[in-house]
């Protein structure tokens, strides 16, 4: 998708080397960082190549990890993911293949003597260049030609908009992440945004709130705002009564119409 300036050229190159950067941890700038500036040693990885990292983590929490070979272009391409630190005394148990793992965007937190929390794991990602099936002759279209609204919006590379026929809330089956739960569960929701559009993201669960944290009183929220990339917000919450409840961005025009939402499925 093109930036939202004249000065972008036709031809840009891509570059053919990758690398992690994990900003949340504690990591040696000179050997951890991912990057290649200054007189630092270069610690991105090129083709047929492998480099190692070493970081450290201080407290729980979910962090972005993102590729700072070619920032430019590299997001564009789905190369952003998320790297979640729990308490050492939680074991993860995977509900859908009903053992002891972890397991991907989700996982049911077990820790002696509290109640089990279920987790969900969620990277927004905008400016995304998706393709249908994978066939780069089939690229999604775009609603929106204005450069800051292209792109593909997504969770989790997961988006309404690449179904063939347009899907709703209602679908049995939804294309977007569904966490399943049953009334009164815990709940820990890590959103982690890896945005590359300009405009800014917000983000709620119908029927719930959570405390706010960042006050003293803790009032109670159901809607978060000023998410941009690097954004990361752990929310917790009580499931509600039966029934589905959508989570989803507050941008309503060219992101939530391309399908970013997804459900809790309460039963």
């Known amino acids: 998708p093109r930036l ?16 992690l950067q994990a900003g949340g941890l504690r990591y040696d700038v000179r050997d951890a960082d991912g990057s290649a500036v200054g007189h630092n040693p270069d610690t991105t990885a090129k083709p047929g190549h492998s480099v190692t990292y070493r ?7 979910a962090v972005l990890l993102s590729d700072r070979a070619d ?3 590299h997001r564009h391409r789905g190369l952003v993911g998320v790297l979640v630190v729990e308490p050492p005394d939680v074991t993860p148990y995977d509900p859908a293949g009903e053992e002891i793992r972890w397991a991907g965007e989700q996982a049911v937190l077990q820790r002696p003597g509290r109640a089990p929390e279920r ?37 989790n590379h997961r988006s309404a908009h690449l179904m063939p026929a347009r899907p709703s809330l209602a679908d049995p089956h ?7 739960c049953a009334p009164g569960d815990l709940l820990r929701v890590h959103l ?6 300009p405009r800014n993201h917000s983000f709620t669960i119908h029927g719930h709130d959570w405390p706010m944290a ?20 752990s929310l917790r919450l009580t499931a509600g009564a039966p029934g ?9 025009r060219w992101a939530l119409a391309e399908g970013l939402w997804g459900l809790i499925r309460v039963r």
């Open 119 to 155: 987790e969900l794991v969620l990277l927004l990602t905008d400016g995304l260049r998706l393709y249908h099936d994978g066939d780069l002759t089939q690229p999604v279209r775009d609603l929106e030609d204005d450069p800051q609204d292209s792109g593909q919006k997504a969770f």
């Open 244 to 252: 589905d409840y959508a989570y989803r961005t507050g941008a309503l």
């Open 71 to 73: 920032v430019r272009t």
């Open 174 to 180: 939804p294309p977007t992440p569904t966490l399943a």
């Open 4 to 19: 939202p300036t004249e000065d972008e050229p036709a031809d840009r190159v891509v570059s053919e080397r990758v690398s």
């Open 55 to 61: 970081w450290y983590a201080d407290a729980p929490g």
């Open 214 to 233: 960042e006050h003293r009183q803790e009032p109670r929220v159901g809607a978060i705002g000023a998410l941009s990339t690097g954004s990361v917000r």
């Open 192 to 197: 982690v945004v890896a945005a590359d559009r």
